[in-house]
């Protein structure tokens, strides 16, 4: 177990932070190391020798504990997704080192890596009653694994005709492999097929329209999976409740909010383009970052006021109003939908005859004291206080804005986390986290980013490990071997994210530097804009001069109200109309969440995993459920995998030594005039004048 886990850790945090800085992010879960490591466990339990040593003393081992079990294997698994999951504070490395050019050492980045990752481990002990022993707290992606648990250890009788699921594996995973030499290399305009563009292909206002990397994406469509999964995860994996809810709330951004405002030129929006993650100057040129930093790594005031205000595109503007309305919806939908009973686990209401079955039978295991969770989560808080004051130069946080980011993650992990256990979605903390600490301290964007990932990704991290307490759960794992399974894993997982970061920024050319790359270079780092974007209107800038009583889009703060009363709303037509099953399927928080995703995910990358989420999940669940139920996960982790081996091996080979094509399908999109200004008289490098 400790071989295999240790081995499957460490080769996904290589693969998701190698696709972490390209174009379309792959990110690859747990599912293919689940599957490819039940070969391997049987030849090792066949191998290895069963001798034991020290026999008779105290810390007496064997290489071989016996036959290769499924116990065995869903302690892997859990290594294994302690390596799927990116370490959102490599952005703030990212950020610093590359866009801010400032210094930042090796040794803070590891600390803040590992207390951000570490962290959560308090928080999950303390809310394991509320969102792992309930019945209701389902935690669907965990059925994906728990279905393939069941196919790789019952034994599997081949049908006449029919392929055993073994067997669709390795075929799916071949087609995929070789399949992505295409997109990978060959042919990258499959990654975004934007037709409409080529058929108009000056035409400013139709390529606005139709681009799926700079526009509305209409007709847009991606042939790659990497596109497909790369920020909402597979689409095979997502109930079709939960993919409805998400194609409902990007149509309604995408295609009605969106629209209106910019052709209404709300925010002077035809100044700049429909979608970018940018960030402008009141004549449509990109602001100029650096000319408003002062030799302290602060906001220069009076250099601010000669450069003038900072502007957002129509979506980016629209996509933060969402993310306002996300955080109430959230609170008020949990409140109305599972308040009560929450309450009755708060009071210990729940009686042994009314207890969940997996609940009753995981309590023959000695169960992991609430103690270690709270020592865990002690130690992080101090090493992070610690950490914060003696390196405040590179990281300018305060103590106090530490222990304010502790309370907000612990605050928001149940609502957010019955969210997630119910529906397979997670709200974001990102965006209210940033637009506290952004009025309390202005302008120091790393003090910004810092509170933004230790009040986030805590939570985030303890919902991670609630999902794999809900999978031992399920399968029956001893609790204090799966706590250790966690610790080792994430400590693993943190050291190999930060060295594989830090080897591509040392070696890729010009990584980030959109304008420097050359064309077609894949390592343009979307979210990482983002979170530099970010960490400047927050951080750097600070939210009262854009969206409080100073700014231009103070309007936007009415999300807030509006998210608060949609679930009301969703609440009363459930009352009303009890016999609506489509009704009680609404999840206001889905809907809103939709789109949290974007930018960097890009309307590509949702029309084609709301098109396979509806074929998987409705058409095939629905009309061919024996299919399905077979073969629908061992294709989304066959084809994760194939991706994953080829993209790296098309790096290893061609990449590193900078042999790339130069023809019309390397372009990734065509659409040259989408991301142009249609106000009159604005005048952009590229684009026409109106």
């Known amino acids: 177990m400790w ?19 390209r174009r379309e992010p792959l990110s690859i879960s747990a599912i293919p190391a689940q599957i490819a490591v039940v070969p391997l466990g049987h030849l090792m339990a066949a191998a290895l020798t069963r001798r034991v040593f020290f026999e008779g003393q105290k810390w007496e081992f064997s290489l071989n504990p016996g036959r290769f079990n499924v116990k065995e294997h869903v302690l892997i698994t859990i290594f294994a997704n302690s390596g799927a999951a990116n370490p959102y504070s490599i952005h703030i490395i990212t950020a610093v080192k590359i ?5 930042l050492t090796f040794l803070v980045s590891l600390g803040v890596v590992l207390t951000t990752q570490v962290l959560g481990f308090g928080w999950a002990g303390l809310l394991r009653r509320y969102l792992v022993e309930p019945a209701s707290m389902w935690w669907p992606q965990n059925l994906v694994q728990v279905s393939l648990f069941r196919t790789l250890h019952e034994k599997e009788v081949r049908a006449r005709g029919a392929l055993i699921r073994n067997q669709f594996f390795l075929i799916a995973f071949i087609c995929s492999f070789a399949y992505y030499v295409f997109p990978g290399y060959l042919f990258p305009k499959l990654t975004s097929i934007s037709w409409l563009c080529w058929i108009f292909s000056s035409s400013v206002l139709i390529q606005q329209l139709g681009s799926g990397l700079h526009g509305l994406g209409i007709g847009a469509i991606g042939l790659d999976w990497s596109s497909i999964s790369s920020y909402l995860g597979s689409p095979l994996a997502s109930p079709w409740f939960a993919t409805a809810n998400i194609a409902v709330g990007y149509f309604l951004c995408m295609y009605v909010v969106t629209p209106i405002a910019y052709w209404l030129n709300v925010y002077k929006s035809k ?16 602001y100029n970052i650096s000319a408003i930093i002062d030799s302290n790594f602060h906001i220069d005031l009076q250099a601010y006021e000669r450069e003038g205000r900072l502007y957002l595109s129509t979506f980016f503007a629209m996509g933060y109003g969402f993310s306002f309305a996300c955080l109430t919806a959230t609170i008020v939908h949990v409140l109305l939908f599972h308040g009560r009973d929450l309450w009755l686990l708060s009071k210990s209401a729940f009686k042994e005859k009314q207890m969940d079955i997996h609940t009753k039978l995981m309590r023959n295991y000695k169960q992991v004291p609430e103690w270690w969770f709270l020592c865990v989560l002690s130690v992080n808080i101090v090493g992070t206080l610690l950490l914060c004051h003696y390196y405040n130069d590179q990281l300018q946080l305060p103590w106090w804005g530490v222990l304010l980011a502790c309370g907000l993650a612990f605050l928001f992990t149940l609502p957010i986390g019955v969210i997630t256990a119910t529906t397979n979605q997670t709200p974001g903390l ?16 790393v003090a910004n980013m810092c509170f933004k990932v230790y009040g986030f990704i805590s939570m985030k991290q303890a919902l991670v490990f609630l999902q794999d307490f809900k999978l031992g759960h399920y399968m029956k794992i001893p609790p204090r071997t799966m706590f250790m399974a966690q610790v080792v894993g994430t400590l693993i997982s943190s050291l190999v994210h930060l060295g594989t970061a830090w080897w591509l920024m040392d070696t890729v050319p010009d990584i980030c530097d959109r304008a420097a790359l050359p064309k077609g270079s894949p390592w343009t780092c979307p979210s990482d804009h983002v979170f530099y974007d970010a960490s400047v209107i927050w951080g750097l800038i600070g939210p009262e001069r854009i969206f409080g009583d100073l700014g231009y889009y103070s309007a936007v703060n009415w999300s807030f ?32 969440v939709s789109i949290i995703q974007m930018p960097p995910a890009t309307a590509v990358n949702y029309n084609s995993w709301i098109i396979i989420g509806f074929l998987s999940g409705y058409v095939s669940y629905r009309y061919y459920r024996d299919w399905w139920s077979r073969h629908n996960y061992v294709l989304s982790g066959a084809l994760d995998a194939g ?48």
């Not at 866009?99 to 210094?103: A, C, T």
């Not at 100044?271 to 449509?284: A, E, K, N, V, Y």
């Not at 990102?430 to 964007?445: A, F, K, M, Q, S």
């Open 430 to 445: 990102n965006v209210i986290t940033e637009y506290i600490i952004g009025y309390l301290y202005p302008g120091y964007p």
């Open 99 to 103: 866009f801010y050019r400032q210094r």
């Open 271 to 286: 100044t700049f383009p429909i979608f970018s993650d940018d960030l402008f100057t009141s004549d449509g040129q990109k």
């Open 3 to 21: 071989v295999l886990g240790a081995a499957a850790c460490v080769l996904l945090s290589f693969l998701n932070q190698f696709f972490w800085y």
């Open 561 to 592: 109200l509006i998210g608060a009363v949609a679930p009301v709303l969703v609440w009363v037509a459930t009352k009303a109309f009890p016999n609506q099953e489509w009704v009680r399927l609404i999840s206001v928080p889905v809907l809103l």
């Open 643 to 690: 991706l994953a081996f080829m993209g790296v091996f098309l790096y290893l080979c061609l990449g590193m030594e900078h042999i790339s094509l130069d023809w019309w399908g390397s372009t990734t999109d065509g659409c040259s005039l989408a991301s142009c200004p249609t106000a009159k008289g604005i005048v952009v490098d590229g684009c026409p004048v109106f």
